[in-house]
Each structure stands twice: as C-alpha cells, then as structure tokens.
C-alpha cells in the first residue's frame, strides 16, 4: 500500500507530490455537503430572515472563499490558480437540510478535488454558525467528492 500512496517518500515521510512533468489540462471537480437541522430552522434558512442574514449569501461567499486558500490549509496541497468556483445551496424546509454543492476548476498540472471539497466543508460550517443560535442540534455530514474531471485519470464519478 505505501507503494501507492503518493504523498510518501520511499522511508514513509509526507512530502508534496512533484507535478513539474505532468500535462496541463483543464480539470474540474464537483463536491457536496449536506446540513441537517430541524424544519424550522430550514424554513427560516429558506425564507432569507434567519437571525444573522442571508446564510445562503453568507455560506457562499465563504466557500469560495476557502477554496482560494485550499493550499495553505491543506499541508501536502498544491497551491492553484483557479479559473472559477461556484458554491449553490438548495434548502428542503420540511426534510430540514442544507445541501451545498461545490463546483471549482482550474487549468494546472493538479486536480481541483481539495479546492471544491474545502469550499463546501467550509460553506457547510458556515450555515451551522449562522443557525446555531436557533437550533443547538445541527449536523454537518456526508462531504464527499461527487466528480473529477481532467489529468491523467480522466474522468470519475460517484456511483
């Protein structure tokens, strides 16, 4: 396994992947990440009046945000120039979540995975700050990698 792992060096010590000699492609990833919080709570988040504003508004600029800064949170990544990112909140007031999908893309010698994973944790965490103060049971889950397109892999997708 350590043979695979990629950000080992041959004694097993973290170091940052050489990409000098790979290709440069136009590389895409989609992520998402859902908040679970009590129908009313959505509700309010839908309707735009929760007690500190437009969490969706807010939450969105955050992830964008923290995918510009992927490289400096995130020890081993390489630090990119995006070309875009978008982060969309949908609200279901009656299940009572938050799903927030992320969309960044660059052209690099990297992929965006990190980038539009980070937008929406941090996006995530966000909406739970904003309605903290009306539900103290809100859960962030299921961040995960949706699709990755570009580089050498080519092109994969959540089943």
Not at 8 to 37: P, Q, Y
Request: hydrophobic content about 45%; overall charge negative; some cysteine.
């Amino acid at each position: 396994m350590p043979d695979q792992l990629t950000h080992l060096d041959e004694h097993g010590a973290a170091r940052m992947v050489d990409v000098g000699g790979k290709d440069v492609t136009a590389r895409r990833a989609v992520a998402r990440a859902t908040v679970v919080m009590g129908p009313e709570t959505a509700a309010a988040v839908a309707a735009g009046d929760a007690p500190k504003g437009d969490v969706l508004g807010v939450a969105r600029v955050a992830g964008i945000l923290a995918a510009k800064r992927t490289g400096e949170l995130i020890p081993l990544c390489h630090p990119l120039s995006l070309d875009h990112v978008d982060v969309e909140g949908v609200v279901d007031a009656a299940a009572g979540t938050v799903t927030l999908t992320a969309t960044a893309s660059t052209t690099a010698r990297t992929g965006v995975e990190m980038e539009a994973m980070t937008a929406v944790s941090v996006a995530a965490l966000t909406v739970y700050d904003m309605v903290k103060g009306l539900d103290k049971g809100v859960v962030v889950r299921d961040v995960l990698l949706l699709e990755k397109t570009g580089g050498k892999s080519g092109t994969w997708r959540r089943a």
